[in-house]
């Protein structure tokens, strides 16, 4: 069956110099789902190349070969238009890159557990340092008591963010509409959030079909069992491809300077009014941070959790 790769994205310059291109729709240990103009192939990763930085991910465009010995086989990973990465979980300093190539990142949050606004902060930095649009999806907006209180803590530090609401359950589906008018044919979508937030509940509603596999919460602490265990690209009947990425535990940052002072700008533009340009906002005269918080202007635990990431990124630098 002859595919059209249209449909998952691709655009004009994208060509291999050999091999076959192909998109990666999911990966395994070793091995890669490829989607060509051929089919899906089930391709090997060499050993080499996934142990270094252009290791492939959900998302990238490959082109293939087959080699006499191994059969289908990356050749080569072309250059990414972007990614989604985070500080790798493991005690290492590196990257580890989620998905490639998207064009839009969907944070999802379920309301039936509270939001932490240092958690959503982490989210979106690593989700504006992707270069791609960022909006905030609520799941089960039916266990929410009053969802305007949720949105306030959302607008307080994503601000000029979408944010949409939507109930999925038993057959009964709401304020999915304006979420579908997100979908385009050609334009990749990646899911991050929580385990057990319902990202897999919303594709599979996107989709109008049981794809992806979908398990029950904890009542005890609100915590889903990791039903998505790999990152995994899915073609929408209705236009656009969307990427299930297992739930994130760990927010680490990577790399993001720009994206932080983005969703902190209105602390970034508060510190150019500071004395010294190198001010620390802790105990130096003058400093504006320090006196929009004693005129209770700004939030206090705001500003810790700005100057923690600050030391994080810095951190990371030096190390």
Known sequence: MKIDLVAYGYKPGLETQSGELGRIVRVDRGECDVVTSKGVLRVLSDSQR???????VVGDWVSIIEDPDLGLLI???LPRSNALSRRDPSEQIIEQVLVANIDHVFIVHGLDRPLPPGRLERFLIIAEDSGAEVSIVLTKADQAEEISEVKAIIKAVAEDKPIFAVTLRDGFI??????SKLMEAGKTIALIGESGAGKST???ALVDDEIMATGEVRERDKKGRHTT?????????????LIDTPGVRSVGIWDAQEALERVFKDLEHLSQQCQFNDCAHSTEPNCAIKEAEE???IDPYRVERYLALQKELEEQTNR
Not at 50 to 56: E, G
Not at 174 to 179: F, H, M, S, V
Not at 230 to 236: A, D, G, H, Y
């Open 50 to 56: 996934s142990q270094n930085l252009l290791a492939p």
């Open 174 to 179: 709401e304020g999915l509409d304006e979420i």
């Open 295 to 297: 005129k209770e202007i």
């Open 202 to 204: 919303l594709i599979n």
């Open 75 to 77: 050749n080569e990973v």
């Open 229 to 241: 265990v790999t990152r995994e690209m899915i073609l929408s009947p209705n236009g656009g491809v």
